[in-house]
């Protein structure tokens, strides 16, 4: 049974920045990746940061690049995203995932609200 938890969402303003957490429970292994996808209203699920079990390697989508920040930290089975320079446009539910021996296991959201 695998669990994932986010948190860090709320509101805050145009430039400002929030990280988000995601800690995982159960039975994961040693050997997993993990990122983020959010949802807007009105839109579908769209990625934006991925990174390898071992952090060697990250993935984020264009309208995140030079902003975002995705890391992990193993010993506590938790991935971040850090965000900076936020944008109205990054309003969204961030949810979290981890792909587990080739399943994917996801959270259920935290909310991030950008505006003034």
């Known amino acids: 049974q695998v669990q994932l938890v986010e948190s860090g969402g709320g509101l805050v303003q145009p430039g400002g920045s929030l990280r988000l957490s995601c800690a995982a429970s159960g039975s994961v292994g040693s050997r997993y990746d993990m990122g983020w996808y959010h949802q807007a209203p009105g839109k579908e699920r769209e990625f934006v940061a991925a990174?390898?079990?071992?952090?060697?390697?990250?993935r984020y989508a264009d309208s995140v690049k030079g902003r975002f920040t995705i890391s992990r930290d193993n010993a506590e089975n938790t991935v971040y995203l850090h965000m900076n320079s936020l944008k109205p446009e990054d309003t969204a539910v961030y949810s979290c995932?981890?792909?587990?021996?080739?399943?994917?296991?996801w959270g259920q959201g935290t909310q991030v609200t950008v505006s003034s």
């Open positions: 990174i390898t079990w071992n952090g060697g390697s990250t």
């Open positions: 995932y981890m792909i587990v021996r080739g399943i994917i296991h």
